[in-house]
């Protein structure tokens, strides 16, 4: 995506999430770089909401992720924590609502029964295999956990943590700061 007024575009996030066996893992790094520099090293882009019951990994503009995630929590309110439908809610107000539009910013969203990727532009995918990432090392950690996956007994948490590892290891934006949140099915 292009960024066109006169301030360097913010990078820096790998968010991966697994769904393996009882668990499902959303794991995430804590770097935030503007430009060529790096603002924070340990900030918490992956976190648990409603009732503890559903985690969150966003990537992007900061602003912007807390603003669909702020959208995402009162659907998720209004509709009693049903993650599919409070998604599709939300993705109806993207695509809808013109301030929204212009947000540069995506998310992962997991409960015990879905996985969810909400993309910058308005969509709700599920992942196939159980495996996805967005951000700046997204390609990395995805090829990792789907290789990890398929020829390791690792569980979620370990593929998760390991693909992030080879993402920090390849990714400028991404560092070794992770946060891992888990839910046991």
Known sequence: MEHTDNYPKLYGTTIVSVRKGNTV???????????????????????????????????????DAFTLLERLEANLEKYSNQLMRACVELVKDYRTDKYLRKLESMMLVADRQHSFTITGVGDVLEPEDGIMSIGSGSVFALAAARALSAHTDYDAEQIANSALKIASELCIYTNNQFVIEKIVI
């Open 25 to 63: 893992v959303i794991a995430g790094d804590g770097q935030v770089t503007l430009g060529a520099h790096v603002i924070k090293s340990s900030a918490k882009k992956v976190r648990r909401i409603g009732n503890g019951d559903i985690i969150v990994g966003f990537a992007g503009a900061t602003a």
